[in-house]
């Protein structure tokens, strides 16, 4: 027995015997087409995929530039808003004002909330 009297799982004497390219062999120019189209096949594959991976990196990017920009919008407005209340805020506040009734100190309006 040689080295190439055993072909991937068949018994020997088949026909098969050799290199295991017998069934490959005198394809002619059907085969050669075959092979031409799988590579276009492939080549197409391959750049639709790097096209769509293109197109998701620009989305991405897009997103996180949308969201960048809402987040700076967002801390403009809370520093506005917190500037406009300390400056329209009145000189003592937090400070109740309370009057002496009979002898009692009545203070009105101190469990309102401001708006």
């Known amino acids: 027995m040689d080295r190439h009297s055993l072909s991937f799982g068949k018994a020997s004497g088949s026909g098969n015997e050799g290199s295991g390219q017998g069934a490959r062999r005198g394809g002619g120019i059907a085969s050669a087409l075959a092979g031409f189209a799988g590579l276009i ?3 197409t ?16 990017a897009v997103f996180a ?3 960048g920009v809402a987040v ?4 403009l ?8 209340r300390t400056r329209n805020a009145p000189a003592g506040e937090g400070v109740i004002e ?14 309102r909330q401001s708006r």
């Open 45 to 60: 594959a391959l750049a639709a995929g790097a096209i769509l991976a293109v197109f998701t990196a620009m989305a991405v």
């Open 72 to 75: 700076f919008f967002t801390g």
């Open 41 to 43: 096949a492939t080549g």
């Open 65 to 67: 530039l949308i969201a």
């Open 77 to 84: 407005a809370l520093k506005a808003r917190r500037r406009h």
């Open 98 to 111: 309370a009057q002496k009734i009979n002898g009692t100190w009545v203070a009105y309006g101190w469990d």
